[in-house]
Structures are given as structure tokens and as C-alpha cells.
């Protein structure tokens, strides 16, 4: 059986963290779940949103509504991570997360249909996101041992692209048959699956060193991340891809003036990239045979800028959709690494914050990335805008490999920071 199973391993999703780790197993199917259950509420109250305003700007308000806290909580939701009990912290904001569901299931039955009541509520949500975030991801190199750190992450990366596909489909459909409180409804009963798990949690208070403070400083993970080059790489790198090279934004433009295209062809673009994000999470065996984590790093994101600007040069609508969802691939790659680096090189009780810290920047980013994106094109062209910044990405990616040399050389046997 062993013999059969090893070349499997070398293509597919390593599932040894799901066999050895009972807490962990429970903590990815409850994620996933309710990851599902997010995605349909997130369609569901851009689509009320609309159906009440009949705007599109109040609809876009909702990422505002949403991204807004997500920063701003983004770093002390770290603190609190490293100061608490994790499992308590996690239990309670999914109870919050799942409360607010049912509140909006509630207002939905009742015909009760007021944007600032959404847009609060979406607020809310990302502050109980920035809370349990930290709070989740410090959590798992507690259950497993850090040879099983990139298997889990790959994982976790497949439980975020499915539910990012397969939450909106669902969530369009149960809208259009029972309406907006079924999803809602249906979204609280999958945080069940969620709660289930982190009540099962042993204990996972920080592991803090004597002489340490009892309540966790923001400015002090700051000030150790700004000790710790590789982990600062692992921002930087990420910073590079997706506010350089982040064509998100110019997909409607692209969709008419490339390939004569509707808005089918601009769910066909933004599709592409998480295709390809979710075939490097099923596609993921190789990766943890791989021990030069920084080079990884590098060599994906390298990946993910020059596809991009291919993508900028393409006429052809499917050889723009390959090189799209080759980049998406490689983002999965890069995420899982820098998350593995991020888990192995920093102590216990700094783990929430830098946490804190990644989530501050994936949020950011591709947002900063929509800015720069529709800036550029509007001053040049699409074309310009979309090449150019998947090789500026390349060309900074070389200037900080260059800077911090020792970022390449990382090596998961012996992390350091």
C-alpha cells in the first residue's frame, strides 16, 4: 500500500496532516464548511445591496465596509491572539461571526431592508474575520509538526479557493429559489461545523518566555518583525506581486477591447485565477520535499509577474485565460510557503501578530494593486498597464532578493527569521 501511495503523493494534495491530526482534520472540514457558508452571505448582501439602491457604488461600498476594519483590527487582532487563550478567541469570534448571520436572516424574514443595516453588518463581520484569523493560523503549528506545516497550508489554500468558487454559485442559486434569509440561514448553521471544531481544541494559550509581558504590544511584533529580514521578505515579495501586477481591476476593459467580449468573458478572467489557485492546492505533493522555502518564494512569484505581463501581450481570449490561471498557481505556491516560513521562523507568542501583519497585507495589497492597475490604464492603456506591472513585479522581486540575499538561501531544517 505504501509503495502505491508514494507516487501519488508526488502529484496530489499530501493529506498526512488530515490522518495524523484529529483537531486538525475537525478544524479544516469545519473551515471549509463554513468558508462555503461566507462566500453565499458575501453574494447574498452585495445582491440586496442592489436589489434596495439599484447603484453599483453602493455595492462597491460593501468591500469599503468590509476592508476598512479588516485593517484596522487586522494588527490587534494579532495582539489579542498572543495575549489570550487562541481557542477561546476563535470559539467566541465565530460566535460572533455566526450571531451576525442570523441577525441578517432575521432582518431578511422580517422584510426589514435598510443598506446601513447591511453595511454594518459586513463591518462587524470583518472585525470577527480579524479576530479569528490570527487567531487560527497561530493554532496550527501547535496541532502539527512543522514537516506537515506546507501539506496543511496547501490544504487551507485549497479550503479557500473552493469555498471563494463554489459559495457564490451556491449563494445565486438558493437567492434566486428561497431568497436572501436562506442563505443567511444557511451560512449561520454551517459556522456549526466551525464552533464544533474549536470546542474540541485543547488549550492554546501562547507559549510566552519568563520575563515577558502578560498583555501582547502591537509594537512590539512590529519591532520584531523589523529584526527578522525573512519574514519581512515574505510581505515584501507579496507587496510585489499584487500591487505591481494585479490586473483585477482592468478585466471589464480587457474583456471588450481585447476579445469583444460581455460580461461572461469578464467572469471567464476573474475565474482563471482561482482555477489555477485551486489546481496548485489539489496539484500540491511536491511541496514538502521542498526545504529552500525563500527560493520558492522567489521562483513563484517570478512566475506570477511574468505571467501577467504574457497575460498584457495576449489577443487570444483561452491563451490569456492559461497564462491567468498560471499565475494563480503560482500565487498558491507563494502563499503556502510564506505562510510555512511565517509559522516555523517566529517564536509562539509573536505568531498572532505577524498574523496580524499577513492579513493587514493580503487585504491590502490586491486592493492598492486595483488602484495602481486603473491609474496606470487610464494614463497609458490596459496593455501598458498590465505588462508593464507584471515586469516592474519582476524587476523588484530581483532588487530584494538582491538586498537581502539570505532570503534564498532559507532553509526549512533550520528556519530563522
Known sequence: MAATDRPRRRVFADLTPLRTSRDYRRLWVGGTIS???????????SLQVYDITRSSFAVGLVGLFSLVPLVAFGLYGGAIADTVDRRKLGLYSSLGAAALSIALACAALLDYHRVW?????????????ALSGPARSAMIPRLLPAEQLPAANA????????????????????????????????????????????????????????????????????RFLGTRPNVRMTFFTDMAAMVLAHPRALFPAVAVLWFGGDAKTVGLLVAA???????????????????????????????????????????????????????????????????????SATPDDMRGRLQGVFIVVVAGGPRLGDFLAGTAAD??????????????????????????????RYDAR????
Open 117 to 129: 443595516f447591511l453595511y454594518a453588518v459586513v463591518a462587524l463581520q470583518a472585525v470577527c474575520g
Open 155 to 222: 490544504l487551507n489554500s485549497v479550503t479557500m479557493t473552493s469555498g471563494t468558487m463554489a459559495g457564490p454559485m451556491l449563494g445565486g442559486l438558493i437567492v434566486g429559489w428561497w431568497g436572501y434569509q436562506a442563505a443567511y440561514l444557511i451560512d449561520a448553521v454551517t459556522f456549526l461545523a466551525a464552533l464544533y471544531a474549536m470546542w474540541r481544541l485543547p488549550s492554546m494559550k501562547p507559549d510566552r518566555a519568563e520575563g515577558t509581558r502578560g498583555r501582547a504590544s502591537v509594537v512590539d511584533g512590529l
Open 35 to 45: 468558508w462555503v457558508g461566507q462566500a453565499m452571505t458575501a453574494l447574498a448582501i
Open 414 to 417: 533550520s528556519p530563522q527569521a
Open 379 to 408: 494614463l497609458t492603456s490596459p496593455a501598458v498597464a498590465i505588462t508593464g506591472g507584471g515586469l516592474a513585479c519582476v524587476l523588484v522581486l530581483g532588487l530584494l532578493a538582491l538586498r537581502w540575499r539570505g532570503f534564498a
Open 273 to 343: 485565477p482561482a482555477v489555477g489557485a485551486l489546481l496548485g492546492g489539489l496539484f500540491s505533493g511536491w511541496q514538502g520535499r521542498i526545504r529552500r522555502h525563500g527560493l520558492a518564494i522567489l521562483c513563484a512569484v517570478a512566475t506570477w509577474g511574468l505571467a501577467i505581463a504574457v497575460f498584457g501581450l495576449t489577443r487570444n481570449l483561452w491563451l490569456g485565460l492559461f497564462f491567468l490561471a498560471l499565475a494563480g498557481c503560482a500565487d498558491t505556491v507563494s502563499m503556502v510557503f510564506r505562510t510555512t516560513m511565517l509559522q
